[in-house]
């Protein structure tokens, strides 16, 4: 819904677009220096940030057990679409960004970041044996959050870029997240096969014949 909002008022130039450039203009005269404002923008590059999930999807197909294909392509798949939903807003809106020119919202950048990272913080918080597995998505969060603030400190993004690519991402990566999971719930296809079997082979295996039975069997003697 805050994303449709969002998207809504930077389509029509409403007042909360307005606010939005703004607050731009205040944040960019705020920044930090220019060396670390970059260094939290460029985490959102590919080259930094699909290394990570690459990482973790190794690890949990090195780590995982049945299904341990299902959580990187569920990863995977989740970044691909994110790149796809955000190309196609991008083309459809066209907004104008702080540097000039077009295709500016949602923020690129801030999408790739959330869900590499949060893909990451997923695929390793599957591997984790104790709890508190709350440090993965923390992390995640925090660097998102670096790279958000980078884009808008550099003047790359309006605010509203990143916000509605938070949105957008948080969507995305709870669908990847449910999927996982509920794949993960399954049982194995050997299970039944398994059990079926042992059944079986406990129906066909005779009854042990007792010594009382036997003798009842047996019947009285005869002279």
């Known amino acids: 819904m805050l994303f449709a909002l969002i998207t809504w008022q930077v389509a029509v130039d409403g007042p909360l677009a307005a606010v939005d450039m703004r607050l731009g203009d205040a944040l960019r005269h705020t920044a930090p220096p220019d060396a670390l404002a970059e ?45 796809l939903l955000v190309t196609l807003v991008k083309v459809w809106l066209g907004r104008p960004g702080p540097p000039g020119g077009t295709n500016y919202y949602p923020s690129g950048h801030t999408a790739t970041a959330a869900v590499a990272f949060g893909g990451a913080a ?11 597995y709350w440090p993965l998505p923390a992390t995640a969060a925090l660097l998102t959050g670096a790279c958000s603030a980078g884009l808008v400190w550099r003047g790359y993004h309006w605010p509203l870029d990143v916000a509605a690519s938070w949105c957008l991402s948080w969507v995305v990566l709870t669908a990847a997240t449910a999927v996982t999971l509920r794949g993960l719930r399954q049982p194995s296809s050997s299970s039944p096969s398994s059990s079926s079997s042992s059944s079986s082979s406990n129906r066909s295996s005779p009854e042990p014949t007792t010594p009382a039975k036997r003798s009842r069997s047996a019947g009285p003697n005869r002279p």
């Open 39 to 83: 260094l939290c923008a460029d985490l959102g590059n590919m080259i930094v940030a699909l290394p990570v999930l690459a990482a973790a999807c190794t690890y949990s197909v090195v780590t995982g057990g049945v299904r341990r294909w299902l959580p990187p392509v569920c990863a995977a798949a989740a970044l691909a679409v994110t790149a």
């Open 122 to 132: 997923l695929l390793f918080s599957l591997t984790v044996r104790r709890p508190p």
